[in-house]
Protein backbone atom coordinates (compact mmCIF):
# COMPACT_ATOMS: atom_id res chain seq x y z
CA UNK A 1 0.00 0.00 0.00
CA UNK A 2 1.55 3.43 -1.15
CA UNK A 3 2.20 6.03 1.74
CA UNK A 4 0.53 9.11 1.25
CA UNK A 5 1.12 12.14 3.32
CA UNK A 6 -0.98 15.23 4.75
CA UNK A 7 -4.69 14.28 2.96
CA UNK A 8 -6.71 17.03 4.49
CA UNK A 9 -9.91 15.25 4.53
CA UNK A 10 -8.74 12.47 6.79
CA UNK A 11 -8.46 14.83 8.84
CA UNK A 12 -11.55 16.40 8.61
CA UNK A 13 -13.65 13.05 8.30
CA UNK A 14 -16.16 12.75 11.74
CA UNK A 15 -14.15 10.19 12.97
CA UNK A 16 -11.00 12.18 13.32
CA UNK A 17 -12.75 15.47 14.71
CA UNK A 18 -14.29 12.99 17.19
CA UNK A 19 -10.66 11.79 17.93
CA UNK A 20 -9.10 15.51 17.58
CA UNK A 21 -12.02 16.63 20.62
CA UNK A 22 -10.79 13.66 22.96
CA UNK A 23 -7.12 15.06 22.54
CA UNK A 24 -8.35 18.20 23.19
CA UNK A 25 -10.47 17.17 26.37
CA UNK A 26 -8.12 14.82 27.66
CA UNK A 27 -4.99 18.01 27.49
CA UNK A 28 -7.37 20.37 29.19
CA UNK A 29 -8.27 17.64 31.71
CA UNK A 30 -4.63 16.74 32.88
CA UNK A 31 -3.46 20.50 32.46
CA UNK A 32 -6.39 21.81 34.80
CA UNK A 33 -5.38 19.05 36.95
CA UNK A 34 -1.52 19.82 36.99
CA UNK A 35 -2.47 23.92 37.82
CA UNK A 36 -4.25 23.20 40.83
CA UNK A 37 -3.23 23.34 44.24
CA UNK A 38 -1.52 19.80 44.95
CA UNK A 39 -2.66 20.26 48.87
CA UNK A 40 -6.28 20.08 47.31
CA UNK A 41 -5.40 16.13 45.94
CA UNK A 42 -4.82 12.70 47.48
CA UNK A 43 -1.83 11.77 45.52
CA UNK A 44 -2.86 7.84 46.04
CA UNK A 45 -3.52 5.28 43.86
CA UNK A 46 -6.97 6.77 42.28
CA UNK A 47 -5.09 9.99 41.41
CA UNK A 48 -2.72 7.91 39.60
CA UNK A 49 -5.42 6.38 37.77
CA UNK A 50 -6.64 9.33 36.56
CA UNK A 51 -3.61 10.72 35.61
CA UNK A 52 -2.74 7.39 33.55
CA UNK A 53 -6.17 7.46 31.55
CA UNK A 54 -5.98 10.98 30.31
CA UNK A 55 -2.45 11.37 29.92
CA UNK A 56 -2.01 7.69 28.13
CA UNK A 57 -5.39 7.83 26.24
CA UNK A 58 -4.47 11.59 25.10
CA UNK A 59 -0.84 10.25 23.19
CA UNK A 60 -2.60 6.90 22.15
CA UNK A 61 -5.51 8.65 20.44
CA UNK A 62 -2.63 10.76 19.08
CA UNK A 63 -0.67 7.92 17.80
CA UNK A 64 -3.89 6.25 16.23
CA UNK A 65 -4.60 9.72 14.47
CA UNK A 66 -1.11 10.23 12.98
CA UNK A 67 -0.60 6.82 11.69
CA UNK A 68 -4.36 7.43 9.84
CA UNK A 69 -3.03 10.65 8.32
CA UNK A 70 -0.02 9.53 7.05
CA UNK A 71 -1.70 6.11 6.15
CA UNK A 72 0.89 3.70 7.56
CA UNK A 73 -1.76 1.08 8.47
CA UNK A 74 -0.04 -1.15 6.45
CA UNK A 75 3.62 -0.52 8.19
CA UNK A 76 1.99 -1.44 12.03
CA UNK A 77 2.04 -5.06 12.57
CA UNK A 78 -1.43 -4.77 13.94
CA UNK A 79 -4.58 -5.44 12.89
CA UNK A 80 -6.20 -1.99 12.44
CA UNK A 81 -9.73 -3.26 12.28
CA UNK A 82 -9.50 -4.26 16.05
CA UNK A 83 -7.00 -1.72 17.21
CA UNK A 84 -8.93 1.77 17.11
CA UNK A 85 -12.00 -0.04 18.52
CA UNK A 86 -9.84 -1.58 21.22
CA UNK A 87 -8.63 1.72 22.19
CA UNK A 88 -11.51 3.55 22.01
CA UNK A 89 -13.85 1.00 23.95
CA UNK A 90 -10.91 1.00 26.76
CA UNK A 91 -10.27 4.82 26.58
CA UNK A 92 -14.36 5.08 27.18
CA UNK A 93 -14.01 3.03 30.17
CA UNK A 94 -10.85 4.52 31.83
CA UNK A 95 -12.32 8.27 31.50
CA UNK A 96 -15.77 6.91 32.84
CA UNK A 97 -13.49 5.58 35.79
CA UNK A 98 -11.46 8.87 36.10
CA UNK A 99 -14.72 10.80 35.67
CA UNK A 100 -15.93 9.49 38.94
CA UNK A 101 -12.92 8.31 40.81
CA UNK A 102 -11.41 12.03 40.49
CA UNK A 103 -14.06 13.70 42.70
CA UNK A 104 -15.03 11.08 44.96
CA UNK A 105 -11.27 9.75 46.22
CA UNK A 106 -9.11 12.37 44.60
CA UNK A 107 -10.19 15.77 45.34
CA UNK A 108 -9.79 16.41 49.53
CA UNK A 109 -13.37 17.78 51.10
CA UNK A 110 -11.21 21.16 52.66
CA UNK A 111 -11.03 22.02 48.64
CA UNK A 112 -15.27 22.27 48.77
CA UNK A 113 -15.32 24.15 51.96
CA UNK A 114 -12.63 26.90 50.99
CA UNK A 115 -15.17 26.78 47.75
CA UNK A 116 -11.45 26.72 45.91
CA UNK A 117 -11.44 23.78 43.59
CA UNK A 118 -12.67 24.98 40.17
CA UNK A 119 -9.53 23.79 38.05
CA UNK A 120 -10.64 20.24 39.99
CA UNK A 121 -14.13 20.37 39.14
CA UNK A 122 -13.54 22.15 35.71
CA UNK A 123 -11.21 19.35 35.36
CA UNK A 124 -14.17 16.53 36.00
CA UNK A 125 -16.13 18.25 33.38
CA UNK A 126 -13.37 18.23 30.82
CA UNK A 127 -13.20 14.49 32.12
CA UNK A 128 -16.53 13.54 31.24
CA UNK A 129 -16.60 15.17 27.90
CA UNK A 130 -13.41 13.37 26.86
CA UNK A 131 -15.62 9.79 28.10
CA UNK A 132 -18.68 10.97 25.83
CA UNK A 133 -16.27 12.20 23.04
CA UNK A 134 -14.77 8.04 23.25
CA UNK A 135 -18.22 7.03 23.55
CA UNK A 136 -18.90 8.28 20.06
CA UNK A 137 -15.95 7.06 18.91
CA UNK A 138 -16.93 3.56 19.57
CA UNK A 139 -20.39 4.30 18.22
CA UNK A 140 -19.12 5.63 14.98
CA UNK A 141 -16.53 2.76 14.67
CA UNK A 142 -18.49 0.37 15.20
CA UNK A 143 -21.67 1.10 12.87
CA UNK A 144 -19.01 2.12 10.26
CA UNK A 145 -17.15 -1.01 10.22
CA UNK A 146 -20.42 -3.68 11.00
CA UNK A 147 -19.83 -5.21 7.74
CA UNK A 148 -16.28 -5.72 7.77
CA UNK A 149 -15.30 -5.75 11.17
CA UNK A 150 -12.88 -7.76 13.60
CA UNK A 151 -13.14 -9.74 16.60
CA UNK A 152 -12.58 -6.57 18.78
CA UNK A 153 -15.80 -5.11 17.29
CA UNK A 154 -17.58 -8.17 18.39
CA UNK A 155 -19.74 -9.11 21.67
CA UNK A 156 -16.54 -11.02 22.74
CA UNK A 157 -13.84 -8.57 22.00
CA UNK A 158 -15.74 -5.79 24.07
CA UNK A 159 -16.13 -8.48 26.87
CA UNK A 160 -12.34 -9.08 26.66
CA UNK A 161 -11.69 -5.37 26.95
CA UNK A 162 -14.46 -4.83 29.97
CA UNK A 163 -12.56 -7.82 31.84
CA UNK A 164 -9.31 -5.98 31.24
CA UNK A 165 -11.07 -2.74 32.33
CA UNK A 166 -12.40 -4.60 35.60
CA UNK A 167 -8.96 -6.28 36.71
CA UNK A 168 -7.75 -2.22 36.66
CA UNK A 169 -10.05 -0.75 38.78
CA UNK A 170 -9.36 -3.90 41.31
CA UNK A 171 -5.79 -3.55 41.70
CA UNK A 172 -6.36 0.17 42.07
CA UNK A 173 -8.48 -0.43 44.81
CA UNK A 174 -6.06 -2.76 46.74
CA UNK A 175 -4.31 -0.20 48.18
CA UNK A 176 -1.77 0.38 51.55
CA UNK A 177 -4.51 -0.15 53.98
CA UNK A 178 -5.98 -3.43 52.25
CA UNK A 179 -2.27 -4.95 51.79
CA UNK A 180 -1.80 -4.34 55.51
CA UNK A 181 -4.98 -5.67 57.18
CA UNK A 182 -5.59 -8.46 55.00
CA UNK A 183 -2.02 -10.05 54.17
CA UNK A 184 -2.61 -12.62 57.00
CA UNK A 185 -5.52 -13.96 55.10
CA UNK A 186 -4.14 -16.93 52.45
CA UNK A 187 -7.19 -16.33 50.15
CA UNK A 188 -6.25 -12.88 50.06
CA UNK A 189 -3.20 -13.83 48.15
CA UNK A 190 -5.06 -16.17 46.17
CA UNK A 191 -7.34 -14.01 45.56
CA UNK A 192 -4.98 -11.78 44.03
CA UNK A 193 -3.20 -14.54 41.62
CA UNK A 194 -6.24 -14.67 40.60
CA UNK A 195 -6.89 -11.11 39.21
CA UNK A 196 -3.16 -11.12 37.95
CA UNK A 197 -4.12 -14.27 36.21
CA UNK A 198 -7.46 -13.74 35.15
CA UNK A 199 -6.02 -10.14 33.79
CA UNK A 200 -2.97 -11.58 31.65
CA UNK A 201 -5.32 -14.48 30.04
CA UNK A 202 -7.49 -11.39 28.86
CA UNK A 203 -4.71 -9.34 27.85
CA UNK A 204 -3.15 -12.05 26.01
CA UNK A 205 -5.91 -12.58 23.78
CA UNK A 206 -6.24 -9.42 22.98
CA UNK A 207 -2.83 -9.51 22.00
CA UNK A 208 -3.29 -12.22 20.24
CA UNK A 209 -6.31 -10.52 18.23
CA UNK A 210 -4.84 -7.44 17.69
CA UNK A 211 -1.73 -9.16 16.02
CA UNK A 212 -3.65 -11.57 14.23
CA UNK A 213 -1.94 -14.37 15.03
CA UNK A 214 -5.08 -16.82 15.67
CA UNK A 215 -3.35 -18.74 12.85
CA UNK A 216 -0.23 -19.94 14.23
CA UNK A 217 -1.51 -21.77 17.60
CA UNK A 218 -1.20 -25.49 17.42
CA UNK A 219 -4.40 -25.93 19.26
CA UNK A 220 -7.88 -23.96 17.53
CA UNK A 221 -7.94 -20.82 18.99
CA UNK A 222 -11.94 -21.14 19.68
CA UNK A 223 -11.08 -24.34 22.06
CA UNK A 224 -8.12 -21.84 23.81
CA UNK A 225 -10.89 -19.08 24.30
CA UNK A 226 -13.25 -21.24 25.63
CA UNK A 227 -10.52 -23.05 27.81
CA UNK A 228 -9.35 -19.59 29.37
CA UNK A 229 -13.00 -18.27 29.84
CA UNK A 230 -13.90 -22.21 31.89
CA UNK A 231 -10.43 -21.17 33.66
CA UNK A 232 -11.63 -17.56 34.78
CA UNK A 233 -14.83 -18.49 35.84
CA UNK A 234 -13.59 -21.58 38.21
CA UNK A 235 -11.03 -19.08 39.97
CA UNK A 236 -12.99 -16.11 40.36
CA UNK A 237 -15.90 -17.90 42.02
CA UNK A 238 -13.34 -18.53 44.42
CA UNK A 239 -11.81 -15.16 44.74
CA UNK A 240 -14.97 -13.45 44.76
CA UNK A 241 -16.80 -15.89 47.39
CA UNK A 242 -13.46 -15.03 49.92
CA UNK A 243 -14.39 -10.94 49.55
CA UNK A 244 -18.07 -11.79 50.10
CA UNK A 245 -16.97 -13.50 53.41
CA UNK A 246 -14.75 -10.70 53.65
CA UNK A 247 -17.62 -7.92 53.37
CA UNK A 248 -20.03 -10.16 56.03
CA UNK A 249 -17.45 -10.95 58.45
CA UNK A 250 -18.31 -9.39 62.08
CA UNK A 251 -14.85 -8.43 62.42
CA UNK A 252 -15.14 -5.98 59.94
CA UNK A 253 -16.96 -3.99 62.01
CA UNK A 254 -14.10 -3.28 63.86
CA UNK A 255 -11.81 -2.14 60.46
CA UNK A 256 -11.75 1.63 59.45
CA UNK A 257 -14.49 2.91 57.49
CA UNK A 258 -12.06 3.33 54.13
CA UNK A 259 -11.09 -0.28 54.29
CA UNK A 260 -15.07 -1.41 54.39
CA UNK A 261 -15.48 1.13 51.35
CA UNK A 262 -12.51 -0.90 49.47
CA UNK A 263 -13.55 -4.60 50.12
CA UNK A 264 -16.86 -3.36 48.78
CA UNK A 265 -15.74 -2.12 45.96
CA UNK A 266 -13.30 -5.20 45.13
CA UNK A 267 -16.57 -7.19 46.08
CA UNK A 268 -18.95 -5.20 43.28
CA UNK A 269 -16.04 -5.55 40.79
CA UNK A 270 -15.08 -9.31 40.93
CA UNK A 271 -18.96 -9.89 41.06
CA UNK A 272 -19.36 -7.80 38.22
CA UNK A 273 -16.16 -9.46 36.44
CA UNK A 274 -17.30 -13.01 37.51
CA UNK A 275 -20.40 -12.05 35.56
CA UNK A 276 -18.64 -10.99 32.33
CA UNK A 277 -16.16 -14.31 32.44
CA UNK A 278 -19.93 -16.32 32.39
CA UNK A 279 -20.81 -14.27 29.59
CA UNK A 280 -17.85 -14.38 27.44
CA UNK A 281 -17.78 -17.77 28.19
CA UNK A 282 -21.36 -18.41 26.81
CA UNK A 283 -20.15 -16.99 23.90
CA UNK A 284 -16.59 -18.76 23.21
CA UNK A 285 -18.96 -21.99 23.50
CA UNK A 286 -21.61 -20.96 20.96
CA UNK A 287 -19.89 -18.45 18.44
CA UNK A 288 -16.26 -19.61 18.30
CA UNK A 289 -13.57 -16.63 18.05
CA UNK A 290 -14.74 -14.58 15.44
CA UNK A 291 -18.21 -14.15 16.60
CA UNK A 292 -19.44 -16.66 13.93
Sequence with gaps: MPVILGEARILTSPQSIVRILEMLFGCVTFSLVV???????????????CMFS???????????????????????????????????????????????????????????????????????????????????????TKVRSEAHSGYMSTTPGFLK????????????????????NLTTYPLFWWSLVVYSCCFLMSVCTIVVMLGECTGRCLVPFDRI???????????????????????????????????WRNSLIITIISCLNLLTYTVDLAFSIKLGPLGH
Excluded at 38 to 48: E, Q, R, T, V
Excluded at 98 to 124: D, M, Q, Y
Excluded at 161 to 171: A, D, N, P, Q, R
Aim: charged share 10%.
Design 35 to 49: SAESSFLNKGPHWFL
Design 54 to 140: WCFFFVLTGLILLVEFVQFQSLVPLSWKNLPISMAFLGALMTLSASVCFPLFVIKESCFERSSCGHLVSATIFSCFSFLSYTAEVYM
Design 161 to 180: VFEVFCSCMIFVSVDREVLD
Design 225 to 259: LAAFSMLCVVMYVTATGFWLWHLVNPQQKENPQSL
